[in-house]
DNA sequence: CGTGCCACCATGGTCCGACCAGATCACCCC
DNA sequence: GGGGTGATCTGGTCGGACCATGGTGGCACG
């Protein structure tokens, strides 16, 4: 049972607030004693909380008052948070980590294919074969690419991967939404074909052909999943403003 | 001038223990009041470094203990402090990274050629042919493999793999050993060839070519790096064994 | 009036000592 | 021997304190 303590919600509520946007790059935050007081909490821990913010990359702590620090000096572990902000996060970050979901894939798909045993190659072929049939709900497809996500990382053997992939796995339903292509007429023709391709691929242990699979069948996921969020933006409020903003210029 | 904290050197100090293997896998720590005394310090000053090990997901605190944590739950950050112990990482977890890294320019690459404005891929086209010259010692050529891999995670406007990026940016000479095939005979041909490549696939906006050149440069350089490296082991002390060892079964 | 210097105050870094609740573990009784 | 039980240990939090440093305003000087 993880009893949240004290000084992880102090650094969460302010980790949000950063990530929101709240405080600008360089800003100085409230000092750690008028933190103290407004939370009703001793200085100590809101230290704490501060030590975390800045082992996250989000803040610089130094003798004159803790400021923001640039986004780019942040570990990539605050975009599993910047997804959790709200219900609904900008969907110019949710792309962007579906982007880089894709690329991250692509390149476990490649190195799993080259080097998977016989028996992860099997189970491999498995998870392929299963997504090809129809009939399977978006919840179910989201697992099993996960898992073949999950068993080709596992094949690549390579712990560089596994914690890149730890940081990107999607954990929120917003990542999810795009699978309902697997089902609909017009996209199922590429969708088979691609898990045709990476069936192939993975039988002939050719790393490009599969990590190209990949990355299309994720094109088309992605696609199919800003064309649904579009749609449902159009009827919804504003979605929020986050540091991220304009990271796309 | 960074005035290093004792919190953060003892965060550090731990951290490297932990990384090196010392501390089994969900093995206790000293509790706070031992390493306290240990280090001569108090004890506040010991719970704000375990703060930070929390954070970099390598400790979980709980009541009872703080424990090493399984090293999948990590952040992507210990990449870089793993490469950092000592002066000379263990060879696997060298090409883990070179191999992530590789894969990571694919994609930064895949993505960076498809969206580069013509003012980056006129850049990127004058990185590839300063690459393309002969004459260039191993720390030029690094600069510029760098600088190439920056321009293109900058053009692709992704801001998940400008932290990737970030998280895995190679900062010792370990990573940048191979790039004496650059103006080595044997090697010379195929990196030139590869070049050639990526060079036409940024002018066309080819995405998957340019991926692919990228990616075999990279392989070029790994195969020549562990070449080297084996050879400079065969009469160096046996590597260290740290975390990851045996992560690759 | 402008400028430069200095004292003051707020801030983070560290320390001291204390209390609580939950986890651990050894011991004892059954 | 097994299970309960209390001493003990651990982390979580608190209150207060001191120091060095950096930021800032005011004061004196030009």
Redesign the pocket.
């Known amino acids: 049972m993880p009893t949240t303590?004290?000084?992880s919600s102090i650094a969460a509520l302010l980790r949000d607030d950063i990530l929101r946007g709240q405080y600008r790059c360089g800003e100085r935050?409230p000092?750690?004693?008028?933190l103290a007081l407004r939370f009703?909490?001793?200085?100590?821990?809101v230290?704490?909380a501060?030590k975390r913010l800045e082992q996250l990359g989000v803040a610089r702590?130094?003798?004159?008052?803790?400021r923001v620090a640039p986004l780019e000096e942040a570990s990539l572990d605050i975009v599993e948070h910047l997804l959790a902000l709200d219900d609904a996060p900008d969907p110019e970050i949710v792309d962007q980590v579906l982007e880089a979901l894709s690329g991250f894939r692509a390149m476990a798909a490649r190195l799993g294919t080259e080097r998977a045993d016989a028996a992860q190659r099997a189970r491999l072929l498995e998870i392929v074969d299963a997504m090809s049939r129809s009939g399977l709900g978006n919840e179910e497809y989201a697992e099993l690419v996960l898992e073949l996500s999950d068993r080709f990382v596992e094949a690549s053997g390579n712990m560089v991967l596994r914690l890149m992939g730890h940081a990107l796995r999607p954990q929120r339903a917003h990542t999810r939404l795009g699978y309902g292509l697997f089902s609909d007429p017009p996209g199922r023709a590429e969708v088979d074909a691609a898990l045709e391709q990476l069936a192939r691929a993975i039988e002939a242990a050719d790393g490009t052909r599969a990590s190209e699979a990949i990355y299309g069948l994720s094109r088309l996921f992605r696609q199919s999943l800003r064309e649904r969020s579009s749609a449902a933006e159009a009827r919804a409020t504003r979605p929020n403003r986050t540091a991220l903003a304009g990271g796309r210029a």
Chains 1, 2 share one sequence.
């Open positions: 303590t004290q000084d935050l000092s750690e004693r008028d009703g909490v001793h200085r100590s821990t230290r704490e501060f702590i130094a003798p004159g008052g803790a």
